[in-house]
């Protein structure tokens, strides 16, 4: 795999150990976006040998789900994806949990005031209303106009310490251009920004970094963590995007060196609509509760965007985490359903074949969906034949239910078949007993196995070797034994079908 730059100081693997972070609010529960942008840092991380951390920004207290946050450490552990520096399992640039770190965006507001990088505006919520509402009506574009910038400083300072109500302001006079290793160079148009700032109606972005309430913003809690944390690359969706050239100018203002940048395009159906509840954005406990694996789901992730060079595109998170790399599309990234389940089903014969832990979890999962369905068969090992069809018909397995629908009649108590007809009427036995007669007696014979010898290598050397059987009368034999001992259902292979039934239901179902 050739590694081409894709910037001037982007590789698309980092030379060095790239830290890396997911940085959700609890606002909300993982769905596929943010498990995408969970995966594409933690693949990052491990790529190049660094660390992947997580960090709670919960700031904004109002907008906070009870429960979200413990919600989004289930989902993370469900899909593996488990932060080397975090909640709980901590760290050494902890604590993890922006509400805990108040007093250190305290300290870095008040070292840009005092720097002159920032300033304290005392401007009511009365005034910046009457303001934007004017701007508005000129129809000009919203924004501050500095009227606290020229208090002098001790006089700021002296009001603050009064008690006074009052935000901090970054005083951001040009927002730079950066190179985002996944969009190339972008941010504001700088010509345009200067001429504008020449016209009579001057106005400036001055973000708020500190609130009225001594909460920090989102912005100045990111670039503050970001930087603490020793974080080297920001994988993050392109809804921040517009926020990033702010973020850089915070980071000069600091004389910090910014991370490097990547924004992921955006997720869109089939129909190029953006991605919501009603359109399979839907959180990540859905596709867990459907029975989806979470290889089969990191796996769907992960093609959301990233471009690999491989033949085949099945991936467990251990291949992934040797492949990854920052070839990631910059177009709006279609998501379908369809993949989905073609991954599923390979996924399903991955695990069977590792026969491992996860192998064990899903034989697990159907093995409680099938019992929870009731009405099977008296003396049935449920678990066994649950592992049995899962080694014969995993290919074609995508949901717990989907699997048991598909294979019931192997459970039920009471199949359900209908007389049995004949699918030909040229069957050439050379003799003048009827077919139907000549079916169960082949059938019949095929069950005089040994017990010991009852498995599917036995029964597909007697089924190959059906003396003086001629094609067309093999084919009405696998009907008829396929709706003798399934009601005609689809499912694995006729010796399989024998093997997982077992010697006593084969050899009972011959009847008409
Ligand atoms: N807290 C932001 C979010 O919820 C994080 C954005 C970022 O990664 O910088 O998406």
Not at 360 to 389: C, F, H, M, W, Y
Not at 472 to 497: C, D, N, S, T, V
Request: aromatic share 10%; with cysteine.
């Amino acid at each position: 795999m050739g590694l081409l730059p894709i910037s001037s100081n982007t590789k698309l693997v980092p030379d060095e150990p790239a830290r890396t972070r997911f940085a959700p609010s609890p606002t909300g529960y993982l769905h596929l976006g943010s498990l995408r942008t969970a995966l594409f840092n933690y693949l990052l991380a491990k790529r190049t040998g660094g660390q992947f951390l997580l960090r709670i920004e919960d700031t904004d207290q109002k907008r906070t789900i009870p429960g979200a946050e413990e919600r989004l450490y289930s989902d993370l552990q469900w899909a593996a994806l488990e932060w080397d520096e975090g909640p709980i399992v901590g760290g050494p640039y902890g604590p993890y949990r922006q509400s805990e770190r108040t007093a250190l965006y305290h300290k870095h507001a008040n070292d840009l005031v005092h720097s002159g990088h920032a300033y304290r505006c005392f401007c009511s919520a009365g005034r910046l209303d009457t303001l934007a509402r004017q701007r508005n009506q000129a129809g000009l574009p919203l924004g501050y106009d500095r009227q606290c910038v020229d208090i002098p400083a001790e006089e700021a300072e002296e009001r603050a310490a009064k008690g006074e109500i009052h935000v901090v302001r970054l005083k951001a006079d040009e927002y730079p251009k950066f190179k985002d290793f996944v969009i190339g160079t972008t941010g504001q148009n700088q010509d345009g920004q200067k001429k504008f700032l020449k016209t009579i109606n001057r106005i400036y972005d001055d973000p708020i970094l500190l609130k009225s309430d001594g909460n920090p913003t989102y912005h100045l809690a990111n670039v503050v963590d970001d930087h603490h944390m020793k974080i080297t690359h920001v994988i993050r969706g392109t809804e921040w995007l517009a926020s990033t050239p702010m973020h850089v100018a915070l980071y000069n203002a600091f004389d910090w060196t910014p991370p490097q940048f990547g924004h992921v395009p955006l997720l869109v159906d089939l129909n190029g609509q953006k991605l919501s509840k009603r359109n399979s954005n839907i959180d990540i406990s859905f596709y867990r509760d459907s029975g989806i694996l979470p290889s089969t789901l990191l796996n769907y992730a992960a093609l959301l965007g990233w471009s690999h060079n491989q033949k085949s595109e099945v991936f467990s998170l251990k291949d992934m985490e040797e492949l990854f790399n920052l070839k990631i599309t910059k177009g709006n990234t279609i998501v379908s359903p369809e993949k989905m389940w073609f991954l599923q089903k390979a996924h399903t014969k991955r695990c069977v074949a590792e026969n491992g832990p996860e192998f064990q979890k899903l034989v697990g999962d159907v093995t409680e969906a099938a019992e929870g369905r009731g009405n099977i068969r008296a003396n049935l090992p449920v678990k066994e034949t649950v592992t049995s069809l899962l080694r014969y018909d995993g290919g074609h397995f995508t949901t717990p239910a989907q699997f048991l629908d598909r294979n019931w009649s192997f459970f039920t108590s009471s199949l359900d078949r209908t007389p049995y007809t004949l699918t030909q009427s040229d069957l050439e036995i050379g003799d003048p007993t009827p077919p139907l007669v000549a079916l169960q007696t082949v059938a019949t014979i095929l069950t005089l196995v040994p017990e010991s010898h009852w498995n599917v290598e036995t029964h597909r050397t007697n089924l190959d070797c059906i003396p003086y059987a001629s094609k067309a009368f093999k084919k009405e034999l696998y009907h008829y034994l396929r709706w003798a001992l399934l009601a005609g259902a689809p499912g694995p292979g006729m010796p399989q079908i024998m093997e997982v039934l077992g010697r006593d239901e084969t050899d009972c179902e011959y009847v008409q």
